[in-house]
């Protein structure tokens, strides 16, 4: 399963590389979202500092729609999926391929944000390494909820409709606890035993857990 990850992993980010759409147009989309946001709220600087970890956020939620989209449309485009299952591929190695491949370019897409939140909200961040661990586990449990479901809406024909649907209120829970702890981190509060970070912890392991154990029927339906 760890082999057939890692070379699932390594071919979808060598497509990425060559593609270049994660550079070339989601990367630009979630600046423009954070650009708008900003717009919107024309607010004071206190409180676009304080508004910023949720406004952070939620551009990458709508940006993962994107990565965990193409993620899996590379695998269902041609039948190419077929092949897999033929070649034996395992189930849980696809998954976590995948989850991989999307968490790569999902963290890489974040340090660049992370520089425009800095510049367009200035936020005072006392507490970077909370920021880089929440960053982290908030990343894997978006991917892995991300692929899973990308695959589960795969077989209609509104996926770019129902995608949304199922992704959004799945990940509000990591939303949420990414944003808190967050906030922490942004304020005299930080600490790695912040609570909100240990539910990070706990809604990865358990979406990673149940993509590598039903991932399989999922591809099957």
């Known amino acids: 399963m760890w082999r057939d990850a890692l070379l699932m992993a390594g071919k979808d980010l060598r497509i990425e590389f060559r593609s270049k759409v994660t550079l070339n147009q989601i990367l630009p989309f979630a600046f423009v979202t954070l650009i708008v946001f900003a717009f ?128 959004i209120p799945v990940t509000s829970p990591v939303l949420l606890a990414a944003t808190k702890s967050w906030q922490d981190a942004f304020s005299s509060t930080a600490s790695l035993g912040d609570p909100w970070l240990r539910l990070l912890i706990v809604f990865s392991v358990v979406y990673l857990a149940l993509g590598a154990v039903f991932y399989g029927s999922i591809l099957e339906a």
């Open 40 to 167: 919107a709220l024309d607010t004071s600087p206190g409180t676009l500092q304080k508004v910023a970890p949720g406004l952070f956020w939620l551009a990458v939620l709508f940006s993962s729609i994107f990565s965990v989209d193409r993620a899996v449309a590379i695998e269902t485009n041609d039948n190419a999926g077929d092949g897999l299952a033929v070649y034996g591929v395992d189930s849980g190695g696809i998954f976590l391929g995948k989850v991989t491949s999307v968490f790569v370019q999902l963290f890489l897409l974040e340090a660049v944000l992370l520089v425009g939140v800095v510049i367009l909200y200035g936020p005072a961040i006392d507490g970077w390494p909370l920021v880089l661990l929440s960053a982290f586990f908030a990343t894997v449990g978006i991917s892995a909820a991300g692929v899973m479901y990308s695959q589960l809406a795969s077989g209609s024909r509104a996926k770019q409709t129902l995608l949304p649907l199922l992704l």
